[in-house]
């Protein structure tokens, strides 16, 4: 089991920038492939950054060159550093883990962290 807990969002400004981070505990995390997903109003929750490893990352296409997801395993924490944030990023972002083998398939979710881009 792994408990995971989001923070650093807020309310910026179209143009800046924000550092999401996601704490995690209770299992090996390294095991995990981490990612960030967001759900804004009225929207499903969508994929915004998955990480395996620092050489293996996947970004969806409206974040690319201004996102950047990182994983440091010394600390059980995963990060998304958030540059040129317009107001449609506006949601909240959730930190999943995942593991699957021939056996198990497991997801495990934060509680998500509110993002605001407004003027």
């Known amino acids: 089991q792994v408990q995971l807990v989001e923070s650093g969002g807020g309310l910026v400004q179209p143009g800046g920038s924000l550092r999401l981070s996601c704490a995690a505990s209770?299992?090996?995390?390294?095991?995990?492939?981490m990612g960030w997903y967001r759900q804004a109003p009225g929207k499903q929750r969508e994929l915004v950054a998955t990480i395996i490893s620092s050489s293996s990352t996947h970004y969806a296409d409206f974040v690319k060159g201004r996102f950047t997801i990182s994983r440091d395993n010394a600390k059980n924490t995963m990060y998304l550093q958030m540059n040129s944030l317009q107001p449609q990023d506006t949601a909240v972002y959730y930190c999943n883990a995942h593991y699957s083998d021939s056996l198990h398939n497991f997801d495990y979710w934060g509680q998500g962290t509110q993002v605001t881009v407004s003027s």
């Open positions: 209770g299992s090996i995390f390294s095991i995990y492939a």
